[in-house]
């Protein structure tokens, strides 16, 4: 065991990752029981941070080659792909019955081990930063609006919450268009959360799913699944006024990492 | 409203446990040009350095409660990642022999939070001139030993110094340059 006098002495050399075997064992083992020395190392480690933080234009492609490796379909220990949420107002329809239960966007870990501490904070984080989102107020005759897409979605009336977001001051409406600008979906989104409106997509077979996806800052992320007949989905931004498109592709039934195929439609934010 | 770009570091990693893969993306598009541009200044090599950004912002992913916002910013959490695996990287692949001269650029990124932005790059500018005004033998071992990856007892092997020597200027250069940095006026700035 290293005394806490041999500890310091190596404590700069340590924060320079200029410490191998054994001696930098015993460092990391009186580390672990000295508040002291951890405090010294930290101070050391501003010094290296500073030392190495320069920064350098990020390569492209090095965002999707890291997204495609989080956890995915086909990884037993991993969680799942993360699925939209499905309306509460929306009711049990029982549309999308074969795609089982479904998960929010932003699963809780509580279950992982090691993690238990997260739970409640990361509740309030994440309800702090689903407020987020579109800022640019567009005052929308809001009424004229619903009317409108009430309309064009046929004799279903939207759910409360869609009419409600709709009515909301700032709110935004993404046209999904596909090829030929032909307009597929509607998102109405609202306070962080957003809602399809309408859907003319097609059934999709068992096997295949909708997804939905964002793009933000040039980054592509997935929003989560949608399922094989749209119906009445919801999803939140962990917010960002930097959402710039939304987009939809048709992937495998359990999800992708990154789009696998191209955009079946797509819409400016 | 809050957005995104308001959001702390730690409560992003909150966010991360929780799989959000927003909240990755927003720290990747905070953080991801340091950490790529440390590993490459060590690697001097553009693909290994993609592969320790990769490995250091996926164990983010997988191991969220690693970072302990009381010890440090999540920045100096990720660079002393990349750091250590990109030393790991120079020193098993022997890579040395590969690299080529050249000093990693250093710009601000359009997105990143300006303030903080500006402000590392202040304390990273204090550091360099700090490193710059050490005596020969510290700047030189501090040099080796960070920015190419060599162990201390390779550094007194190249510099034909004793190991204890070695450690002791590596020691007196960092204290001098904290001492620096704390009497500019920048300690623990980026707390």
């Not at chain 1, 989560?224 to 959402?243: E, K």
């Not at chain 2, 990287?89 to 690299?99: E, H, K």
């Amino acid at each position: 065991m290293m005394t806490h006098e041999e500890s310091i002495e190596f404590l700069a050399t340590y924060a320079l990752d200029a410490v191998e075997g054994v001696e930098r064992e015993a460092v990391e083992e009186h580390l672990a029981e000295c508040p002291r020395c951890r405090a010294e190392l930290d101070a050391f480690r501003e010094v290296t941070t500073a030392l190495g933080n320069s920064v350098e234009p990020l390569p492209e492609g090095l965002w999707t080659s890291i997204a495609s490796r989080l956890p995915g379909r086909g990884d037993d220990d991993r969680p799942p792909m993360p699925r939209l949420m499905r309306d509460e107002a929306d009711g049990a329809d029982g549309g999308d019955s074969g795609e089982g239960a479904v998960t929010p966007l932003v699963r809780a870990r509580e279950n992982a081990p090691g993690r238990g501490r997260f739970a409640t904070v990361a509740a309030i984080v994440v309800a702090a930063a689903a407020v987020v989102t579109v800022l640019s107020v567009s005052l929308v005759h809001a009424n004229d609006q619903v009317s409108q897409l009430q309309h064009s979605q046929g004799p279903a009336a939207p759910p409360g919450a869609v009419v409600a977001a709709l009515e909301t001051p700032g709110h935004k409406v993404v046209n999904m268009e596909g090829a030929d600008h032909v307009r597929l979906a509607q998102f109405v989104i609202a306070d962080g959360r957003g809602y399809l409106v309408t859907s003319t997509l097609r059934s999709l077979s068992a096997d295949h799913t909708y997804q939905l996806w964002a793009v933000i800052n040039g980054l592509t992320i997935s929003l989560g699944l949608m399922g094989q007949r749209p119906n009445q989905t919801t999803f939140t931004l962990a917010g960002s006024p930097s959402v710039s498109r939304l987009g939809i592709t048709v992937e495998p039934s359990g999800g992708a990492v990154v789009p696998s195929r191209p955009m079946v439609a797509q819409g400016t934010v | 409203m809050q957005q995104i770009g308001e959001v702390s570091d730690a409560q992003l990693v909150t966010s991360i446990a929780r799989y959000s893969e927003i909240a990755l993306a927003e720290v990747y598009r905070r953080h991801g040009g340091a950490v790529y541009g440390l590993a490459r200044r060590v690697l001097n090599n553009a693909s290994e350095a993609e592969d320790v950004t990769q490995e250091v912002f996926l164990r983010l992913w997988n191991q969220p409660d690693r970072f302990d916002p009381g010890r440090g910013t999540l920045r100096s959490f990720l660079l002393t990642q990349s750091h250590g695996r990109a030393v790991d990287a120079v020193r098993s692949l022997n890579a040395r022999r590969l690299r080529e001269s050249g000093e990693a650029r250093r710009t601000a990124t359009a997105e990143y939070d300006m303030q903080h932005e500006v402000w590392d790059l202040a304390v990273a500018d204090q550091v360099a001139r700090a490193l710059g005004d050490l005596p020969d033998d510290e700047r030189r071992a501090i040099e080796l030993a960070y920015f190419d990856g060599h162990t201390y007892v390779e550094v007194a092997d190249l510099l034909g110094q004793p190991e204890g020597t070695v450690k002791s200027r590596i020691r007196n250069g960092m204290r001098r340059m904290r001492a620096q940095l704390v009497d500019a006026g920048v300690q623990g700035a980026d707390a």
